[in-house]
């Protein structure tokens, strides 16, 4: 079987989605499936190649669309994007084509996968208007809000099926009248082959930044709003009063980088707040092994109730002790008191005070760590969570009636 996904952007760049990206293939590759990958004109990492070996995958790229404002650009990104994907479905010649959010991707695959008859499938991993509304480009309930989460709608109802990553964004859509054998769950997951064993401390990195011999607060990520790591600045000035050997390291960068500095310097925090700015890949468990406890406060709204993140499944495979807000989708991974500790979203005084429940009661801290690496290797590997997948792809190929493209033709950059 061969799958032909398209990605909003993929490898050298690294993010939550690309991780994401990364475990699917591998253990699609592992079940014997071929895959085939092309990128959105939003990939920045290549302009000029139609196409880039990265660690050993191909990435067929889409060239720029030319466009900065809107509509008229998204216009153009999925224009270029459907005559890119008809050059590389005409040369792979896939089963299915497996668009990935947002919904610029699944347009053109429903253009493409009629013209060629190929059925389609669309995996939404959030929704398009609820990221722009905490990147702060639109607000809920707008013109563009409503005129984005229709479009998404209307394509959900075109695709021969969709994927989401949670309950709560599968949720959503069978509220809007999708029906709920239409929609699987995929959800998110680790590869344990990255994951096997426990980060050890580096006393020397720790002497560098000034946490020798402190309790370190940690997280590791992108610095967006909905995180919640202004909440754990404010939680860090209340419980330092009461336990100064407590400190916060914070590992990436991001939007709210600059806004976090200041905030920490006008809580009086210098000295108490260490940013790494952003490290390579394969220096990330370095940092993580300074950690005691990795904190993962993310404020209450749309966007954090229906998608359950990456990372704190990550903490628990490397066997780290966590605090999260209880939002919906904590609340998919987090079992409170068992696999790590849940707080009452958007409380600083909540938080404040499971950090120091938390630190004070170390003694469970060893059933806590097994728990959580249990629950990564019995449900949320990659094996498991990518097996979801065959009931429908293998449906959908075998009940293919549509005759295929009469010849293929030459991609138009070595896919070897």
Request: glycine share 8%; aromatic share 6%.
């Amino acid at each position: 079987m061969r799958i032909l996904h398209v990605f909003d952007h993929s490898l050298p760049l690294q993010s939550g989605y690309v991780f994401r990206s990364l475990g699917i293939l591998r253990a699609q590759r592992a079940r014997g499936w071929q895959t085939v990958h092309l990128t959105s004109p939003k990939h920045t990492a290549a302009r000029k190649a139609l196409a880039e070996q990265v660690d050993g995958w191909t990435f067929h790229r889409t060239p720029d669309a030319g466009h900065r404002f809107p509509i008229l650009n998204e216009r153009a990104q999925v224009r270029a994007t459907t005559q890119r994907l008809r050059e590389v479905v005409d040369a792979a010649r896939p089963d299915i084509i497996h668009a990935h959010s947002p919904v610029l991707n699944a347009l053109p695959a429903l253009t493409v996968g009629r013209e060629r008859g190929i059925p389609v499938v669309y995996e939404i991993r959030a929704f398009w208007e609820d990221a722009a509304v905490d990147h702060g480009t639109t607000r809920e309930g707008s013109l563009r809000y409503r005129a984005t989460r229709a479009l998404e709608t209307w394509a959900a109802r075109r695709v021969s099926h969709l994927f989401t990553i949670c309950e709560g964004l599968r949720a959503d859509l069978v509220g809007r009248g999708l029906p709920s054998d239409k929609v699987t769950v995929i959800p998110n997951a680790v590869d344990l082959k990255d994951f096997s064993a426990a980060p050890i401390r580096d006393a020397e990195l720790a002497r560098a930044l000034g946490l020798e011999g402190s309790t370190v607060l940690g997280f590791v990520g992108s610095f967006y709003a909905y995180e919640g790591l202004d909440l754990l600045l404010e939680a860090l000035a209340k419980i330092r009063a009461q336990r100064p050997d407590i400190k916060a390291l914070l590992v990436g960068g991001g939007p709210q980088e600059e806004v976090l500095k200041a905030k920490a310097q006008s809580l009086g925090l210098d000295g108490s707040v260490v940013f790494t700015g952003r490290v390579r890949h394969d220096q990330v468990n370095r940092y993580y092994g300074l950690i005691d406890l990795l904190t993962f406060p993310r404020h209450p709204m749309r966007l954090t109730e229906l998608v359950t993140p990456l990372k704190p499944l990550e903490a628990m495979a490397l066997g780290r002790v966590l605090v999260a807000s209880d939002v919906g989708g904590h609340k998919e991974l987090v079992r409170d008191g068992a696999t790590g500790f849940l707080f009452k979203a958007g409380s600083v005084d909540a938080l404040a005070d499971r950090i120091v429940e938390a630190v004070s009661n170390r003694d469970r801290w060893d059933a806590i760590r097994n728990a959580g690496r249990r629950f990564v290797e019995t449900e949320r590997n990659w094996d498991a969570s990518v097996a979801r997948y065959a009931p429908v792809y293998e449906k959908l190929v075998l009940g293919k009636d549509v005759p295929r493209a009469p010849q293929a033709a030459a991609v138009k950059a070595p896919a070897r």
